[in-house]
């Protein structure tokens, strides 16, 4: 079993960065897919990004491209996700998940979660 614990939300302005850090517990952190989700009010919770096993391979959803990136490092358990050029419309609850499979893209196949940190961006 996995606990995961997300760090790092805050308030920013619009073109800020963020780091959240997901810390996990548990030997087999290098067995499971991470992956980053969101959830703003009123909205479903929402795939922003996963990371492989290894770290070798990342993917992102269309509108984080080349603004957002995924690391991690199994030796410290961690995940990362590093956000870049912030805008109003990141602004959610944001969740790490871990899972088997790479890539999944929906909140059914992930098994664990974190409780979440809060990420606004003002205007």
């Known amino acids: 079993q996995v606990q995961l614990v997300e760090s790092g939300g805050g308030l920013v302005q619009a073109g800020g960065s963020l780091r959240l850090s997901c810390a996990a517990s548990?030997?087999?952190?290098?067995?499971?897919?991470l992956g980053w989700f969101r959830q703003a009010p009123g909205k479903e919770r929402d795939f922003v990004g996963a990371i492989s096993w290894s770290g070798s391979r990342t993917v992102y959803k269309d509108s984080v491209k080349g603004r957002f990136s995924i690391s991690r490092d199994n030796a410290k358990n961690t995940v990362y996700l590093q956000m870049n050029s912030l805008k109003p419309e990141d602004t959610a609850v944001y969740y790490c998940?871990?899972?088997?499979?790479?890539?999944?893209?929906?909140?059914?196949?992930?098994?664990?979660w974190g409780q979440g940190t809060q990420v606004t961006v003002s205007s």
């Open positions: 548990g030997r087999t952190f290098s067995s499971y897919v």
């Open positions: 998940a871990a899972g088997n499979s790479f890539v999944e893209t929906t909140t059914t196949r992930y098994d664990y």
